[in-house]
């Protein structure tokens, strides 16, 4: 029985998937948070191993399911060998394995190279800012300051070991639910 699949991505825990593919139908769906810089998302891979003939994957846009042009390519192939049909519904294309029609091609192959060409003027500007800092003395190395305390770690592991839904938690502590289950590994 051909399903409708829906795919969606965001790039860190922080952001949120409720927009991708509003009012869409689907029957399952593969949430994502994590970079779409490479192939190499558990998501990502769990929804090509498990598409199939007649299937519908449903894409908010291009650049959510690839951010550069060969894996875009190589994605929309293998889906559509399997003999699925791929639909990004910020641009409105549809790919099947019968199309024919060179101008759909030709803007799946441009705005994959523009997600390809916005991702590296993204790092270009993040690389000109820590320049810019490091010269400046202010660069102090990756990441952003640690916003959970060993004290707030503890206290949400008693929390947890007390009973108390992770979800409640992580709502108190401003932080998602994925994020409790990383400290508490920790």
Known sequence: M???????????????LDRQLEGVELDVEF???????????PELQNMLKTAWKGDTIMVHSIDRLARNMVDLLNIVK???DKGAKVT????????TGEDTDI???L????????AEFERDLSKSRQREG???????GGYKGKGRKKSITPEMIAAMKAR???????TKIAADLGISRESIYKLLKA
């Open 2 to 16: 051909a399903r409708v699949i829906g795919y969606k991505r965001v790039s860190s825990l922080e952001q949120n």
């Open 31 to 41: 949430l994502e948070k994590k970079s779409g810089r490479d192939k190499e998302r």
């Open 78 to 80: 293998e889906l559509i």
């Open 88 to 95: 990004f519904v910020k641009e409105s294309l549809t790919f």
């Open 103 to 105: 101008f759909k091609n």
């Open 107 to 114: 803007m799946l192959k441009m705005l994959g190279a523009f």
């Open 130 to 136: 820590i320049e810019l800092k490091k010269a400046a």
């Open 160 to 166: 947890v070991e007390a009973g108390e839904k992770k």
